[in-house]
């Protein structure tokens, strides 16, 4: 299966760059960089929850966010997100 893993890492906190780098290294044994805190990896189920537990046994998810993206026709039931920023949901009304 295909999973994009993107991740914000609050660097301004204690041990925050040793953080982000320790990610940024899991996320390279699982996949590609395609941006600067976006890879795309393409894993099995076993190897997915292999990395999922390594990275957020590195993030301090109080200031840290993981997402996982599942790609596929029934996308919006296959997101995960983790830690302290969510996303907004695209298909909700716009207030402003």
């Not at 991740?7 to 290294?25: F, H, P, Q």
């Not at 997402?67 to 919006?76: Q, T």
């Amino acid at each position: 299966m295909k999973v994009v893993v993107s991740y914000d890492v609050a660097t301004s906190e204690e041990g925050g760059i040793r953080r982000l780098r320790l990610v940024a290294k899991e996320c390279v044994n699982y996949g590609q960089r395609v941006q600067n805190s976006v890879f795309e990896c393409i894993v099995d189920p076993s190897q997915f929850e292999e990395l999922k537990h390594r990275l957020l046994k590195i993030a301090n998810l109080e200031v840290d966010s993981i997402c996982f993206y599942f790609l596929g026709n029934n996308w919006k039931n296959r997101v995960e997100y983790h830690g302290a920023k969510r996303n907004i949901d695209v298909n909700d009304p716009l207030i402003l």
